[in-house]
């Protein structure tokens, strides 16, 4: 199907853990983004990407890392999980030029660590 | 650093209601803005994006107006409809990193028959 897929849609894991997260876009989206969604936070842009092998830090990017070998795919990994990042993560892509086009969303993962 | 703030964060109103959502934030140095709805348990979904030289955005029953001077926007609902329950969010785009994009926390709205 054509758009932005996240999976899994619900994980439980455990404080220490690894956990990755995939996004898959099949616009061929040169941009794309990692939010995570906390009450009284609003969403928070964790890291983002211009492009294949361009990754850049936001505003929460501690405790996380990122690839990006392919244009379509953007996983996101926490090394080392902790309860603290229990949240709703989001992926979003968009086209070039930020500022002209909008931001497509995934349907977000629910993360708990326990 | 940029704020924005979303009042009120929850509001409920019955079908039919004209109503308006208000956004502010506390740099004018923006380079757009946008409204997205956000339906429970699901992603976010773009309504309108305004830049920063435009006034204001319709689609259908949605407008989006723009005072960037004053570090406002409002988003105006005609006749409001149950099916427009959400969760409405505002977003900028810094004119120092458009590539970004600043949230505001939302307002819930609930529409009821």
């Known amino acids: 199907d054509a758009g932005i897929t996240q999976s899994p849609r619900y994980k439980i894991t455990e404080t220490g853990r690894q956990v990755t997260l995939m996004c898959h876009q099949t616009w061929s989206h040169s941009y794309m983004f990692w939010y995570r969604q906390d009450l009284g936070h609003g969403l928070r842009l964790i890291y983002y990407s211009a492009a294949a092998d361009i990754t850049d830090k936001g505003e929460v990017p501690d405790g996380y890392v990122v690839s990006r070998s392919k244009t379509e795919n953007f996983p996101l990994t926490l090394e080392s999980a902790t309860r603290s990042q229990t949240s709703v993560y989001f992926c979003?892509?968009?086209?070039?030029?930020?500022?002209?086009?909008?931001?497509?969303f995934g349907p977000g993962t629910r993360l708990t660590v326990l | 650093k940029q704020e924005v703030t979303q009042i009120p964060a929850a509001l409920s109103v019955p079908e039919g209601e004209n109503l308006v959502l208000n956004c502010s934030f506390t740099?004018?140095?923006?380079?757009?803005l946008q409204w997205f709805r956000q339906d429970p348990g699901k992603g976010l979904t773009s309504l309108l994006l305004?830049?920063?030289?435009?006034r204001e955005q319709t689609s259908g029953r949605l407008n989006a107006s723009l005072d960037k001077s004053s570090g406002r926007s409002t988003l105006y609902i005609a006749a409001s409809q149950p099916g427009d329950s959400a969760t409405y969010l505002c977003?900028?785009?810094?004119?120092?990193?458009?590539?970004?994009?600043?949230f505001g926390t939302g307002t819930r709205l609930q529409v009821f028959p």
């Open positions: 740099d004018s140095a923006i380079y757009n």
């Open positions: 977003a900028v785009s810094p004119e120092i990193n458009t590539d970004k994009l600043i």
């Open positions: 305004i830049q920063s030289s435009q």
């Open positions: 979003a892509s968009s086209p070039p030029g930020l500022a002209r086009n909008e931001q497509f």
